[in-house]
Nanobody, 119 residues
Framework: QVQLVESGGGLVQPGGSLRLSCAVSASFFSLNSMRWYRQGPGKERELVADFTYGRGVEYGGSLKGRLTFSKDDAKNTIHLQMSNLKSEDTAVYYC?????????????WGQGTQVTVSS
């Protein structure tokens, strides 16, 4: 069982920046993909950043161009740096990792961290 703990959310003014972190209880060597999703009020969950070994980082959604995904292998932590935030970026941001094991994909989610963009 892999546990994920997000941090770094909070209230930020429009145009501001925020860095989210996700501490992963497993070694990165055991993982296949690491992702960030978000879910805004009344919206479906949206993939915003995807790192998969062998494929690198891909960004999606309306945050594209304002995001930087990074990972710290020594600390088993992944980060999401967001800049020039807008009110529509207000959402709960979720960390996700998966493992490939005996032909199955094992999926793990964090509890989410709230990001509110408001003046």
């Amino acid at each position: 069982q892999v546990q994920l703990v997000e941090s770094g959310g909070g209230l930020v003014q429009p145009g501001g920046s925020l860095r989210l972190s996700c501490a992963v209880s497993a070694s990165f060597f055991s993982l296949n993909s690491m992702r960030w999703y978000r879910q805004g009020p009344g919206k479906e969950r949206e993939l915003v950043a995807d790192f998969t070994y062998g494929r690198g980082v891909e960004y999606g959604g309306s945050l594209k161009g304002r995001l930087t995904f990074s990972k710290d292998d020594a600390k088993n932590t992944i980060h999401l740096q967001m800049s020039n935030l807008k009110s529509e970026d207000t959402a709960v941001y979720y960390c996700y990792v998966d493992q490939l094991f005996q032909g199955r994909r094992l999926v793990y989610w964090g509890q989410g961290t709230q990001v509110t963009v408001s003046s």
